[in-house]
């Protein structure tokens, strides 16, 4: 039996890669990667783009200058004019290398680092930079590449609008290259640590969360193996620990529940086992006698008939509280009270009159609910049934009906010996009973105050007990009143 348990235990746990926790981790570190992303991607933009424009500005305005310089008048541009401009400009350019080409693309002078490279004068300029400046064209062309930003920009030569030649500037720039570079490292080392902590928080985070939920499944699963006592306790003021509450809440009402099912199986199998074992006795002495006269075997025969009955009483009872219980649908109507007490003074005047009680009717009209017109008879004639055999002899019961301007009150008083204090809050209980010989002696289950409360709750009413300063004990039903202009206010 242990090993079926343990078998089941494991067949319920939830795989790593499926539990809450699991997905609540992944999550939460799905979103943070998602921000590290764009914090190593767009400032980092941002400052490229930044870097790009400063140098945009700073190349082109540079390689105008120059070009202004050459551009000196209708002559065309030759190669001593262009390298006298060029090492006059150069300490203020600040640039990595500076190529002018006439307006064919031959190159007439070529600096580099500040000194001038002879292997390329004379030779055509095969850069693109350089081929759409002589077309009319600034260019300009950035990319941070191997640790440095790589700039080039090329303008027009112009006299009067007429293209002479090109100037083209590169500039190799290891400093804003470094600085790109600090920016980069130092958004990767913050989402390192961000990436760190987020793990760290997440599992610290996702175990909390997980562990509170565990404690519900545990009690879940404490609970459905019958422990109805067991309660949770999950800190906090959020919707766990609210469902905990509604938890133990729920567990309380099933703990209730629970005792009184036992409580009325126990109530009722000792109920039906009393008239069960008096006629199984009365048929034994039945049987076991040889000569038994006529007239005692029917006193025996009469007596067993009684318990039969007593037994189909207690049936049909039991049948009534289960009908109520399972809360089916209830199809009301008005009805009106005064004609169903009525009726329940004819049914029983005959008994009242053996019992030498008297019956005493005050129905004011027009007290109309909404009901059905055998829950409402059932009522009425449990209280007034009870009224009258545990009475006194020459006793009284009393039966007012009245309205007020929202309700029906219907009041069965009795002059009785009364009901102790003790016992008023227990007289609704399925089976109790206030002194159970005379209950018995009098054909009682104690089921019909149960009935009665129960039919009355499901038509929105109210019934409670009281004992008379004369002496005797007061029932007083309250039912919403019914009007044909408003219904009911329960309805």
Known sequence: MERKHQESETARRVPFWRSLQTKYALTYLVIVAAVVVLLNTYPLKVSQTLAYQSKQTSLQNQASVLASALATGPDALTQEGATR??????????????????????????????????DTVGQYAMIWEIVTALRGNNVFRSEYAGGALCSRAAVPVTYRSMTQGAVY??????????????????????????????????????????????QLLRGIHTVRQGEYSHRVTVKGGDELSRLADEFNELTGRLQTTEEVR????????????????????????????????????????????????????????????????????????????????????????????????????????????????????????????????????????????KRTAEQVILLVEDTGVGIPEDDLPKIFDRFYRVDKARSRAAGGTGLGLSIVRDTVRQHNGSVDARRREQGGTCFTVTFPLWTEEGGTDHE
């Open 262 to 401: 036992r409580r009325f199986v126990s109530d009722a199998s000792h109920e039906l086992k009393t008239p069960l074992a008096s006629i199984r006795l009365l048929t034994d002495s039945i049987l076991q006698a040889d000569h038994m006269d006529g007239e005692t075997a029917r006193e025996f025969l009469t007596d067993i008939g009684d318990e039969a009955e007593r037994l189909t009483r207690i049936t049909e009872k039991l049948l009534t509280l289960t009908r109520l219980d399972t809360a089916h649908e209830i199809h009301r109507a008005p009805v009106d009270v005064k004609t169903v007490v009525e009726r329940v003074e004819h049914m029983l005047s005959p008994l009242a009159r053996a019992a030498n009680v008297s019956l005493e009717m005050s129905l004011q009209p027009g007290c109309v609910i909404l009901a059905t017109e055998d829950d409402l008879y059932q009522v009425a004639f449990n209280l007034m049934e009870n009224a009258v055999k545990y009475n006194l002899p020459g006793g009284t019961v009393t039966v007012t009906l």
């Open 169 to 214: 500037l590169y500039e190799y720039d290891a400093e804003q290259g470094a600085l790109l570079q600090g920016i980069q490292t130092n958004l990767r080392t913050i989402s390192i640590v961000i990436c760190l902590v987020t793990a760290a928080m997440g599992v610290v985070f996702s175990k909390a969360l997980t562990r509170r939920i565990a």
């Open 85 to 118: 401009t060029v090492s006059l400009l150069l300490g203020s350019l600040g640039v990595t290398r500076v190529v002018v080409t006439d307006t064919n693309g031959m190159v007439l002078c070529d600096f580099q680092e500040g000194s001038q490279r002879s």
